[in-house]
């Protein structure tokens, strides 16, 4: 069983359109997170929400919106996307805000021409 | 905002031991620091995770002084499956107003026969 999943792996699209992307966890956690990776590697955390509830936004533009449903889901949705969005997305899960070890997905790589 | 920084690459042989770094001056004071490892086209994985002092599990040693502005990653005998890209994980301090959780830049360890 994977521990997190994120769905689509791939996803190719054209710049104005609004995209999600799907994670999900079955390890129980509490708290979820959303990671960007650029081209060089950089990773950078992008919300995080404990519980359901967002404790963790960084300075994303607002097209970027996590929605929570429940403890085991965080996904991601996009709109109005642009070519500075391309990138691969890492959804991750832990059982504590923090201290604890992350549990990564195995990411999302978002294509927009 | 006091970037993590890591050296960009490091080169070694099997059976070494590898020493990687990690700077964060701006730690916390409740920060832990982890550490994890990233295959091409896979999410990080957690290594090791500290606050203080030393951390030794069956894969990795954690050194961190006493002023916890740097820590130190220590794979002993490394083989070529630990070929990979390392990075360090801390939280970054704006005056205890905001929680964050900075990545380091990275670190591509080459390991030859």
């Known amino acids: 069983d994977t521990a997190v999943s994120q769905t689509p792996k791939y996803l190719v699209t054209q710049m104005g359109n609004d995209k999600s992307i799907k994670c999900e966890q079955n390890l129980g956690h509490d708290t979820m997170y959303w990671y960007k990776q650029d081209s060089k590697k950089f990773l950078k955390i992008m919300f995080s929400y ?8 960084e300075t994303v533009p607002n097209r970027f919106s996590p929605k929570s449903p429940d403890k085991a889901h965080l996904n991601l949705h996009i709109n109005s996307l642009e070519l500075g969005d ?7 899960s832990s059982q504590e805000v923090f201290t604890n070890e992350q549990f990564f997905g195995p990411g999302t790589r978002l294509t927009v021409l | 905002l006091a970037k993590t920084t890591q050296p960009i690459s490091m080169d070694s042989y099997e059976g070494q031991e590898v020493n990687i770094t990690c700077s964060h001056n701006n730690i916390a004071t409740n920060d832990y620091i982890t550490w994890y490892q990233q295959f091409p086209s896979q999410g990080p994985r957690f290594i090791i995770q500290g606050y203080k002092t030393k951390v030794t599990n069956e894969v990795a040693s954690l050194f961190i002084p006493a002023d916890r502005k740097s820590s130190t990653l220590s794979l002993p ?3 070529l499956s630990d070929t990979a890209v390392y990075y360090c994980l801390v939280g970054d301090n704006y005056g205890g107003a905001t929680n964050k959780l900075i990545f380091g830049t990275g670190t591509l360890l080459a390991v030859q026969p």
């Open chain 1, 50 to 57: 404990n519980n359901k509830e967002l404790i963790i936004n």
């Open chain 2, 77 to 79: 005998r490394v083989s």
């Open chain 1, 86 to 92: 391309s990138a691969v997305y890492f959804c991750a």
